[in-house]
Each structure stands twice: as C-alpha cells, then as structure tokens.
C-alpha cells in the first residue's frame, strides 16, 4: 500500500490559499473542507473557491463534501475540479448510484462515515467506491484530538478490502499527528488527512515528509 499524505486546507490561512497550496507541494493530495452549516456546524467554502483552487493548485484537490443533500452538489464539485469527491453515506439518498455518477465524470468517488455511523452497510460494496473515509473526529472543526475507538472501524474496512481484493483506499480524517500516524497505519488506513499538523508547523514540506516516514514502515510491514 502506499502512503498518502493530503493536507487540509481547513487550516490555511484562507486569506492566502494560494501560497498555502504551494507550501504544500509535496504532498499528494489537497484536502478541501466544504461545510454547509447544516450537516455540520461550520461553514467554510463552495463552488466557486472549489474551482478557482483547481486552476491554481500544484496538486490535485481531494474534496469533502460535509453536506446535506450530496446527490445534487457532489456532482457539481466534479465538474469544478475535483480529483476525487467523497460525500458522507448520512447525507445522501443513494450512495451507489452517486458513485457511479462521480465515476462517470471522471473522478474518483469516496463515501465517509461518522465516528458513531457503522461501517458494515458499505463493505459488501466496495467495489463501488474508491475510498472509505473514516472520520476519526466528529466532522466541522479542524484540531481535534483522534477518538481512539474509531481505529476499529478502520480495521475492519481494511479487513474487508483485504477480503473482497479491490483497489479501495482507505482514508482517516482527524487527529493525525506524528504522535498517532503509526497507530492509525496499523489500523490499515493509507491516505491520512493531516490539517493543524501540517499547516501549524514551522516548515510543512517537513512536517509532510516526517508524517509519511511514519506511516510508511508501518504499512509495509
């Protein structure tokens, strides 16, 4: 499995976002943050900063739609740019069928869960998405501290992707730090969202290398 690092740009300085992409260049995935103020207490950013990222990001956008009503936005962020959109089981009516939709529009399709949501309505359909986002912090605020129980979930997605033989990623999103990377790699993940730790670092480039040097001996083990 290879380690994937996607920084959050949740803890950018959104006065400058620009700079902060270049900042993170090598990384391998923008991690972008959108909250309605609905399904989660916070409110950050649409369509129109979606695209403009886009045309001026070094590294491909990896969205998070923390929204109501994904079957008809999720889409949307496809055709604005995206490189992969994951949209949350609880806030969409059919989680397949907007799968093969983001599929059709040439991006990657992710479905994530809650710390409280069960994984086992998804695994018997793996196949369908290219990633599994496990939150391992209650979705809308970047600096959370890892909830230590949802590593369970990871396990047993990555049992099920072990199982089943597909290609599906597995992603955590909340907490991760130099201090529980390795434990969240154990679990089985392999994309790692890291937002305060990157941003909230002296110099990001080091602070991505220093996070995938962690991860990367776990995983290959």
């Given at each position: 499995?290879?380690?994937?690092?996607?920084?959050?740009?949740l803890?950018?300085?959104?006065?400058?976002?620009?700079?902060?992409?270049?900042?993170?260049?090598?990384?391998?995935f923008?991690?972008?943050?959108?909250?309605?103020?609905?399904?989660?207490?916070?409110?950050?950013?649409?369509?129109?900063?979606?695209?403009?990222?886009?045309?001026?990001?070094?590294?491909p956008?990896?969205?998070?739609?923390?929204?109501?009503?994904?079957?008809?936005?999720?889409?949307?962020?496809?055709?604005?740019?995206?490189?992969?959109?994951?949209?949350?089981?609880?806030?969409?009516?059919?989680?397949?069928?907007?799968?093969?939709?983001?599929?059709?529009?040439?991006?990657?399709?992710?479905?994530?869960?809650?710390?409280?949501?069960?994984?086992?309505?998804?695994?018997?359909?793996?196949?369908?998405?290219?990633?599994?986002?496990?939150?391992?912090?209650?979705?809308?605020?970047?600096?959370?501290?890892?909830?230590?129980?949802?590593?369970?979930?990871?396990?047993?997605?990555?049992?099920?992707?072990?199982?089943?033989?597909?290609?599906?990623?597995?992603?955590?999103?909340?907490?991760?730090?130099?201090?529980?990377?390795?434990?969240?790699?154990?679990?089985?993940?392999?994309?790692?969202?890291a937002?305060?730790?990157?941003?909230?670092?002296?110099?990001?480039?080091?602070?991505?290398a220093?996070?995938?040097?962690?991860?990367?001996?776990?995983?290959?083990?």
């Amino acid at each position: 499995m290879a380690v994937r690092i996607n920084p959050s740009i949740l803890s950018a300085d959104f006065a400058n976002l620009e700079r902060d992409l270049r900042a993170v260049a090598s990384a391998d995935f923008v991690h972008v943050d959108v909250m309605d103020q609905h399904f989660v207490p916070n409110l950050t950013l649409g369509l129109p900063v979606v695209r403009r990222l886009a045309e001026v990001s070094p590294l491909p956008l990896d969205v998070h739609l923390m929204i109501d009503d994904a079957d008809d936005w999720a889409p949307r962020y496809a055709q604005a740019g995206a490189a992969g959109v994951t949209f949350h089981a609880e806030g969409t009516r059919a989680p397949v069928l907007l799968a093969r939709r983001l599929r059709e529009l040439g991006v990657r399709a992710g479905v994530a869960v809650r710390p409280a949501t069960p994984v086992e309505p998804l695994l018997d359909l793996l196949d369908e998405f290219d990633m599994v986002l496990v939150m391992t912090v209650e979705p809308g605020f970047g600096g959370q501290g890892l909830i230590d129980g949802t590593l369970t979930k990871v396990r047993r997605v990555r049992e099920a992707v072990t199982r089943a033989g597909t290609d599906t990623w597995i992603q955590v999103d909340g907490g991760v730090s130099r201090e529980t990377i390795g434990r969240i790699a154990r679990a089985g993940a392999d994309v790692f969202v890291a937002g305060s730790a990157v941003y909230g670092a002296a110099d990001p480039a080091a602070e991505i290398a220093a996070l995938r040097a962690l991860a990367t001996p776990t995983i290959d083990a």
